[in-house]
């Protein structure tokens, strides 16, 4: 079935850090791929998505690249601030359908500290 | 409403009770999903329906559990004789019915069984 690895967290940078979570996939077909983020106290919300091989999702200076032959997609920030403390979660469904089922990952929890 | 509204936000009910989630969509959504988060792990789809109909109930993990959405509106997420195990957030989203579109979440409703 589908399966989504990411990145053990918790993870603590320094404000202006260099961010990545990895996050590999299992799944037949051609799934979509999805960033969802929870900050302290709201509810998940997209943060970015690419629906087939080689796009780019990109949102809030963050970036991730979805990878078919190495079936990834890793998040990306060059430069974070402390209002990106919160937990990451990677995602997949099915189909181009943003509002089919979702598979998550684990999640990782993103602290910076100033 | 402007978000997905999911009520009561906490839930202590004694194990072998019976419990109500309630859950109301953005208005105009047809599409409506239930998750399931245990501590530190990522959201697992419960069911999904698509106006009136469970469209896709394959994630309810026994017959314990039963969800309705009687008017395509309004959920109900109904847990029978709780078990410890089913200490949880469940969370509910919902999106428009058509095209590439993100699943809106509300913030949930932490269930513990004591």
């Known amino acids: 079935g589908n399966s989504v690895t990411q990145m053990e967290g918790p993870v603590t940078l320094s404000e202006e850090a260099f961010l990545t979570i990895n996050c590999t996939y299992t799944?037949?077909?051609?799934?979509?791929l999805f960033w969802y983020v929870q900050y302290p106290g709201e509810g998940l919300q997209l943060l970015l998505k690419a629906t087939k091989a080689d796009d780019k999702g990109s949102n809030k200076g963050f970036e991730a690249t979805y990878r078919k032959e190495t079936t990834s997609f890793h998040l990306e920030k060059g430069s974070v601030q402390v209002s990106d403390s919160a937990v990451y979660f990677c995602a997949l469904s099915r189909s181009n359908f943003g509002n089919e089922k979702l598979t998550f990952g684990t999640g990782t929890r993103l602290t910076i500290i100033p | 409403g402007a978000g997905v509204s999911q009520t009561p936000s906490n839930k202590v009910t004694e194990k072998g009770k019976y419990v109500e989630l309630r859950c109301d969509p953005i208005?105009?959504?047809?599409?409506l999903y239930w998750y399931r988060q245990s501590l530190g792990q990522g959201p697992e789809f419960l069911i999904y329906f698509q106006g009136t109909g469970a469209a896709d109930d394959s994630g309810l993990p026994n017959d314990r559990f039963f969800a309705v959405r009687p008017e395509g509106s309004v959920s109900t997420l109904k847990i029978q004789r709780t078990e410890r195990g089913d200490s949880a957030v469940y969370l509910c989203?919902?999106?428009?019915?058509?095209?590439?579109?993100?699943?809106?979440f509300g913030q949930g409703t932490r269930l513990t069984v004591v």
């Open positions: 989203a919902s999106s428009p019915s058509t095209g590439v579109t993100e699943a809106f």
């Open positions: 799944a037949t077909g051609y799934p979509s």
């Open positions: 208005s105009g959504h047809t599409a």
